[in-house]
């Protein structure tokens, strides 16, 4: 990455230390020549360490004993990279001008909330598989696969603006790396904005659709207050990422020295203190805690699996059991079919 050397150094200051600023100490060069312009806050970057290990070894856990491993994959990647990216900032409490540390904080900050969207993505196809397929505008396999492949681009730009502001030595090269991660960041601000859209139109379309178009096998559970709380939790979440990633935006196309960048209440407050509330929403209210069995009823895999055994289900001429019924929670269902058939859901 290339040195942005300040104006007005010290008349005694070792020219030979720009040359190789890791040399550099607190007695021996000003704070202005390290790759931030302020002294990280010890205390600060260690709560924040503590938050994120705190949800990822309660993720580790919910992951194994519930099975829901996209989610638990993205949740990991994500609170990993929040722990390395704060373990890099305290390192530069203790080392302002090493450059290592700064590499690490830059690249695995801007890239960990994409693994968070990630998981709050997985949850949108459930959602819709619990209310209403035939209401949906989309199948809950696109929502999945739009929305995790918006996200793959994203880390991908993310990443390689990152490896080539890492490996820059000319200002230029550090324009170019600088640019692509603003790329990247600003491709996931607009797949949280076109997510969120997506939500809103689906909400409305639910609000307007009638009793019987609803999929009776979740009737009692999309009444509980746990579900409802989770879908606060998702909505809390996709606000917080976002206000993040609209910070990221302006704090990189500033420049990695710009002074947005240099203000460390900001960042604070806008990154650090924005994806803790999202790591928090996103593992207190886990789904394997909220949706329990549900979580694999609802699946759009499950659903195509079992579609053939809908229809035989739906088209015999005795009523359904509540059994049959049970087994048929993560399927697709014809409301005409159904109003012929005596359904006794067991939620």
Same mark, same amino acid.
């Given at each position: 990455?290339?040195?942005?050397?300040?104006?007005?150094?010290?008349?005694?200051?070792?020219?030979?230390?720009?040359?190789?600023?890791?040399?550099?100490?607190?007695?021996?060069?000003?704070?202005?020549?390290?790759?931030?312009?302020?002294?990280?806050?010890? &205390? *600060?970057?260690?709560?924040?360490?503590?938050?994120?290990?705190?949800?990822?070894?309660?993720?580790?856990?919910?992951?194994? @004993?519930?099975?829901?491993?996209?989610?638990?994959?993205?949740?990991?990647? *994500?609170?990993?990279?929040?722990?390395?990216?704060? =373990?890099?900032?305290?390192?530069?409490?203790?080392?302002?001008?090493?450059?290592?540390?700064?590499?690490?904080?830059?690249?695995?900050? #801007?890239? !960990?909330?994409?693994?968070?969207?990630?998981?709050?993505?997985?949850?949108?196809?459930?959602?819709?598989?619990?209310?209403?397929?035939?209401?949906?505008?989309?199948?809950?396999?696109?929502?999945?696969?739009?929305?995790?492949?918006?996200?793959?681009?994203?880390?991908?730009?993310?990443?390689?603006?990152? *490896?080539?502001?890492?490996?820059?030595?000319?200002?230029?090269?550090?324009?170019?790396?600088?640019?692509?991660?603003?790329? !990247?960041?600003?491709?996931?601000?607009?797949?949280?904005?076109?997510?969120?859209?997506?939500?809103?139109?689906?909400?409305?379309? =639910?609000?307007?659709?009638?009793?019987?178009?609803?999929?009776? &096998?979740?009737?009692?559970?999309?009444?509980?207050?746990?579900?409802?709380?989770?879908?606060?939790?998702? *909505?809390?979440?996709?606000?917080?990422?976002?206000?993040?990633?609209?910070?990221?935006?302006?704090?990189?196309?500033?420049?990695?020295?710009? @002074?947005?960048?240099?203000?460390?209440?900001?960042?604070?407050?806008?990154? !650090?203190?924005?994806?803790?509330?999202?790591?928090?929403?996103?593992?207190?209210?886990?789904?394997?805690?909220?949706?329990?069995?549900?979580?694999?009823? &609802?699946?759009?895999?499950?659903?195509?699996?079992?579609?053939?055994?809908?229809?035989?289900?739906? #088209?015999?001429?005795?009523?359904?059991? !509540?059994?049959?019924?049970?087994?048929?929670?993560?399927?697709?269902?014809?409301?005409?079919?159904?109003?012929?058939?005596? =359904?006794?859901?067991?939620?």
């Amino acid at each position: 990455m290339a040195l942005n050397v300040p104006p007005n150094l010290p008349a005694n200051f070792n020219v030979t230390l720009l040359n190789n600023t890791d040399l550099c100490t607190f007695q021996t060069c000003p704070l202005s020549l390290a790759h931030v312009g302020y002294d990280p806050n010890l &205390a *600060g970057n260690v709560l924040y360490i503590a938050i994120f290990a705190l949800a990822l070894a309660a993720q580790v856990l919910f992951a194994i @004993k519930y099975r829901i491993w996209g989610y638990g994959i993205a949740m990991f990647g *994500g609170l990993l990279l929040e722990i390395v990216g704060y =373990v890099a900032r305290v390192q530069m409490h203790y080392h302002p001008f090493a450059k290592t540390p700064f590499l690490m904080y830059l690249v695995c900050l #801007t890239m !960990g909330p994409a693994f968070l969207s990630a998981a709050i993505y997985l949850c949108i196809s459930r959602i819709v598989v619990v209310y209403s397929e035939s209401v949906s505008r989309f199948r809950p396999a696109t929502y999945t696969l739009i929305f995790i492949t918006c996200d793959f681009l994203a880390l991908l730009l993310q990443a390689a603006g990152g *490896g080539i502001a890492a490996s820059a030595y000319t200002v230029s090269m550090d324009n170019t790396g600088k640019w692509i991660m603003v790329a !990247g960041v600003s491709w996931q601000v607009f797949s949280l904005v076109l997510f969120a859209v997506v939500c809103a139109d689906f909400f409305l379309r =639910v609000r307007k659709a009638s009793p019987v178009e609803m999929n009776p &096998a979740f009737a009692t559970f999309r009444m509980t207050k746990s579900f409802r709380f989770f879908l606060w939790s998702l *909505g809390v979440s996709t606000v917080t990422v976002f206000t993040r990633s609209v910070f990221r935006v302006a704090e990189l196309s500033g420049g990695f020295h710009g @002074k947005l960048a240099q203000q460390q209440i900001t960042f604070m407050i806008l990154e !650090g203190g924005m994806i803790s509330i999202a790591s928090i929403s996103l593992t207190v209210f886990h789904p394997g805690l909220i949706f329990g069995p549900n979580w694999e009823s &609802a699946s759009w895999t499950i659903r195509s699996k079992l579609s053939k055994n809908a229809d035989d289900f739906t #088209t015999d001429s005795h009523p359904i059991s !509540g059994g049959e019924a049970h087994q048929l929670h993560g399927m697709s269902y014809n409301t005409t079919k159904l109003s012929d058939a005596t =359904v006794q859901p067991n939620v």
